[in-house]
């Protein structure tokens, strides 16, 4: 069974330039939720959906970011214009509304660099 | 504003002793707990999670809640190198579904 999905693992860009980095959720799992780790900030909720609709946005840093689910199986988080300061491990997770322990799984992360 | 802390180590154990993991957290009302694992460049990964005051076992593992402080804990047992990784506590404020408060984990070394 195929774990949550992220691409691409690592990202390298230039200030300025527009990033997207993809999720896909495990088959079935109605909540997506995207995180950001730093070394200075340790792992911070940024947004999570379920049912493909926003619930809580209060985690994304500014208007610079922006995140989308389309449909059951996709997530996008967008960084336009990116800066230094948004290079971090950027993980996505998934969980089951039904299941009785509210485990959410990680996904392997996006590692962005930002020159 | 929820906060988790945790002493960020290292923390260093022989081999075979336990290991002890500390966790505090500030919303009184918070209704269930996590520790991840998470080795060097790899993703978190789930060890314990609970929800009632009390102790729960795991195998080698044990987490222990005390909601009155606000203490949530994770004992290793016959610790080995494979456990040697940043552990992080995790806390849901609203129970069911629900953004994670992360602590900035223990950085725990398994000593051969």
């Known amino acids: 069974d195929a774990g949550v999905i992220q691409s691409p693992r690592h990202e390298v860009t230039e200030m300025g330039q527009e990033v997207t980095l993809r999720c896909k959720p495990i088959?079935?799992?109605?909540?997506l939720f995207w995180y950001r780790q730093t070394m200075m900030r340790g792992l911070e909720l940024l947004i999570y959906?379920?049912?493909?609709?926003?619930?809580?946005d209060s985690g994304m840093p500014e208007d610079r970011f922006s995140a989308k689910m389309p449909n059951a199986s996709f997530s996008t988080l967008k960084i336009q214009p990116s800066e230094p300061r948004d290079s971090a491990v950027y993980f996505c997770?998934?969980?089951?509304?039904?299941?009785?322990?509210?485990?959410?799984?990680f996904g392997p992360g996006t590692r962005l660099t930002v020159l | 504003q929820k906060e988790v802390e945790q002493n960020s180590g290292p923390l260093s154990v022989p081999e075979g002793a336990i290991a002890s993991l500390n966790c505090t957290y500030s919303?009184?009302?918070?209704?269930?707990f996590f520790w991840y694992r998470q080795y060097s460049g790899k993703s978190p990964e789930l060890i314990m999670f609970?929800?009632?005051?009390g102790d729960k076992e795991d195998g080698r593992f044990t987490a222990q809640l005390n909601k009155a402080s606000q203490y949530v804990s994770l004992l290793i047992r016959d610790s080995q190198p494979s456990d040697s990784a940043t552990y992080l506590c995790?806390?849901?404020?609203?129970?069911?579904?629900?953004?994670?408060?992360f602590g900035k984990g223990t950085h725990l070394i398994i000593q051969p």
């Open positions: 997770a998934s969980t089951i509304s039904s299941s009785s322990t509210d485990t959410q799984y």
């Open positions: 088959s079935g799992h109605d909540y």
């Open positions: 959906f379920n049912n493909n609709v926003p619930i809580d």
């Open positions: 919303d009184r009302g918070s209704q269930s």
């Open positions: 609970i929800y009632s005051n």
């Open positions: 995790a806390v849901n404020a609203k129970g069911g579904a629900d953004g994670l408060t």
